[in-house]
């Protein structure tokens, strides 16, 4: 086959077997690869209604029929199992080198199934795959198991793993690959820990092969172009990160702050992009294929944060910064250090404290509960001492780590939690930005911003922009944006290169790659096809229309201050269009009709 | 004009599109075994280096060489070139190079080592980050002592 390998590896850890299956051609063309691919699998093979923690669950690592090639910033996998932070079927995007060795190594993917009787990592050299021992590794952080697997296998191997924080199922725990690019969100990690699976180490020998060379190669030097042409794709993105967001949320007064109670936050600028660039960026570092370089490598030398590692991104300035109502970059970059180490989400895990300060303040929860720590707004040190705790799991950071929603609920005020279906929205205020609102509501793994990121066109000005504060005309915007990425995700490229592409290129390099023509309709259709595949199964967990909702506090309470004071997202406005738009009826179940036209049943 | 292909461990991200370019023009695919050229990463001081044969002048390569194989190419100047036809695959190059970039390939019986393209290299017409340059050998630290000497300026300049 070209594009994609030809062969899926599974090892079910129970038994402590390993088979290998030939990759069904029909499926990999309707499905893409990647997310979407693993979308199918999971919908196939596992119940879900099963526990998301138990041993029918299974836990899939998917790079896409683009991984391993040089189509521009394109070698990315997915992870896709039941997330346990919410139930949904997760499928978790990541970069580095891991998803290209995958493909070296012969696979397609790699299914999970079953539990280790103790812990154990997986070793892959190419034909030779073994479930080996992990018990002189279990505990340590994901940069120093990546070492002591690597002197245990290859020198050269790339690593996916899981830090303490997996390992003790926190709900909030990330897989991480090549020490610091991590496959985030509901609580994928906690799954691995709970299949006993400390890491995967992959080393590959074989070569990825393309149908048409030639016109690969054209479409590839096309893409490229339009990408390094691009203002954000060519050169904002390596100068200043995704943290160069900070200031222009701030400055459209959509910038969550002390936990969404506010919209703007005067000193945010101490912790954008910029202040980032000038104070702790090292040099910018790029994901495999990768031309962009948003990766920030980074140090702090202030003696109360020292660290060094990669990060922060925006989300994580953000929820570590402003929404805590911290302007100590130093701080943030620190709690990021501590995230990537012990493998814990940071979005999530930042909102959850924003959260703890927001019970602390309103006196709900007190100094007995936080371990004596005067949990208030603004308390940088507190800030990074619940993340050490969250990391850890002592003390009042178990709470924590199972996120904002259970931490609230907890307490009797599951209100003040900031999540939609239990996790933790990203850092775009759906009062200010209306279609991102709808985004959250909608979003098949809950609150989250790449699903389908409708601020490239109501913020940053793509495709001739939108203004953020309407309604009119977002439901297309983001049936357009979530079709869209998940056809993207499932090729293997990176969301960041839509900075510059679109479907049209992604469709001829995929055509040019697999040998299977994809026309723009048919890939854009596949999109429609995964999204409505991921509702499905949602709607199957118990998931109802009554979960496409924000918090009420989005709904109700207008931003207090900066320029978008005074309003709310109107959610109602949006969603009966949405659902009608999908060829979903009012419960948002996806008619028959519609499950036929994208041949779901 | 001679030119050599230049590498700039500052500017390199680790996003190995080098390494894709060199398997994709030597092979048409995507091997990694197959590439010449090679961007290491040392992710924890977030350190990437590229590194390709230095087309030695006194090359240990072509003194090993019991056939006449690796040789100085006599078409375009700075570049050891290797003949497949008179080589016997007695890998004595490989041991030879202190920098190990000359490597047998068993998949294809082939000795890899940086050709330049024959002096069109595709590592650095991909290379999004100007890490790896194609120039004149006159020019060839002209640039890079130049940025260096502007440091000095700063300081002099804040103390004069």
Known sequence: ?601 | MAKILMIHPDKCTGCRNCELACEFVHEGQFRPAATRVQAYSWEREGISVPMLCQQCDDAACVKVCPTGAMHRSTTLANLVDWDERVCIRCKMCTVACPFGNARYDAASSSIFKCDTCQGAPECVTFCPNGALEYVDDTQQVRSRKKAYAAKFKDAFQEVS
Not at chain 1, 140 to 154: E, F, K, N
Not at chain 1, 473 to 492: C, E, M, R, V
Not at chain 1, 567 to 584: A, C, F, K, S, T
């Open chain 1, 1 to 601: 086959m070209f594009g994609w390998t030809g062969t899926i590896l599974r090892v079910n850890l129970t038994k402590g077997k390993v088979s290998r299956e030939a990759t069904d051609v029909k499926l990999a063309h309707d499905y893409i690869g990647a997310r979407g691919l693993g979308v199918r699998i999971i919908s196939d093979e596992v119940d879900p209604k099963a526990d998301a923690l138990g041993p029918d669950n299974k836990l899939i690592f998917a790079p896409g029929p683009l991984t391993g090639t040089f189509a521009p910033s394109a070698g990315r996998f997915d992870v896709i199992t039941k997330g346990p932070l919410n139930g949904v079927i997760a499928a978790s995007n990541s970069g580095g080198s891991f998803g290209p060795e995958l493909k070296y190594a012969g696979y397609d993917a790699l299914i999970i199934e079953g539990k280790a009787a103790k812990p154990s990592y997986l070793w892959i050299k190419d034909d030779e795959v073994e479930i080996r021992d992990a018990a002189a590794i279990w505990g340590h952080t994901t940069p120093d198991t990546t070492d002591l697997v690597r002197a245990a296998t290859d020198e050269d191997a790339k690593v996916a793993c899981i830090g303490p924080a997996g390992e003790k199922l926190a709900l909030l725990a990330n897989i991480m690959n090549e020490m610091f690019r991590a496959a985030g969100r509901t609580g994928v990690g906690a799954v691995m820990g709970s299949k006993n699976l400390k890491a995967v180490a992959v080393y590959g020998n074989g070569a990825v092969r393309v149908a048409d060379p030639e016109a690969f190669k054209a479409a590839v030097m096309k893409s490229r172009q339009m990408i390094q042409a691009h203002p954000v794709g060519g050169a904002g993105l390596k100068a200043y990160g995704t943290d160069v967001l900070v200031n222009i949320l701030n400055q459209i007064g959509s910038l969550p702050t002390r936990n969404y109670q506010d919209g703007y936050f005067p000193t945010a600028d101490k912790v954008g992009g910029e202040s980032l660039a000038a104070k702790q960026l090292i040099r910018p570092k790029g994901c495999f294929s990768c031309i962009i370089s948003c990766g920030r490598v980074t140090k702090v030398d202030n003696p109360a944060y020292q660290g060094a590692g990669e990060g922060p991104e925006y989300e994580t300035a953000w929820s570590f910064g402003p929404d805590c109502g911290i302007d100590d970059l130093d701080a943030v970059t620190k709690a990021n250090f501590l995230c990537n180490e012990y493998g814990i989400d940071t979005i999530s895990l930042g909102s959850t404290i924003a959260c703890a300060m927001e019970l602390f303040e309103r006196g709900v929860i007190t100094a007995k509960d936080t371990d004596g720590v005067q949990l208030t707004f603004g308390n940088t040190a507190a800030m990074v001492e619940m993340t050490r705790k969250a990391c850890t799991g002592e003390g009042f950071g178990a709470k924590l780590a199972q996120g904002s929603y259970r931490l609230a609920e907890s307490y009797g005020h599951p209100e003040y939690s900031m999540t939609c279906k239990k996790q933790e929205m990203p850092a775009y205020d759906p009062r200010g930005v209306q279609g991102i609102g709808l985004n959250y509501a909608t979003g098949n793994r809950g609150g989250c911003h790449v699903r389908g990121y409708t601020i490239a066109v109501e913020v940053l000005g793509g495709a001739g922009g939108m203004d953020p504060r309407v309604t009119e005309g977002k439901p297309g915007l983001d049936i357009l944006f979530q079709n869209l990425t998940a056809a993207l995700d499932s090729s293997g490229a990176c969301l960041f290169s839509t900075f510059g592409i679109g479907g049209p290129e992604l469709a001829e390099m995929l055509s040019a790659a697999t040998g299977v023509e994809y026309s723009l309709e048919e890939f854009l259709k596949i999109g429609e096809r995964i999204w409505n595949a991921e509702r499905l199964w949602n709607l199957k967990v118990g998931f109802t229309a009554a979960d496409d909702t924000l918090p009420e506090r989005l709904l109700k309470d207008p931003i207090k201050t900066g320029p978008a004071k005074g309003m709310v997202n109107r959610l109602d406005e949006m969603l009966p269009g949405y659902y009608q738009e999908r060829g979903w009826d009012e419960s948002g179940v996806p008619t028959k009709a519609k499950l036929k036209e994208l041949a779901l049943v």
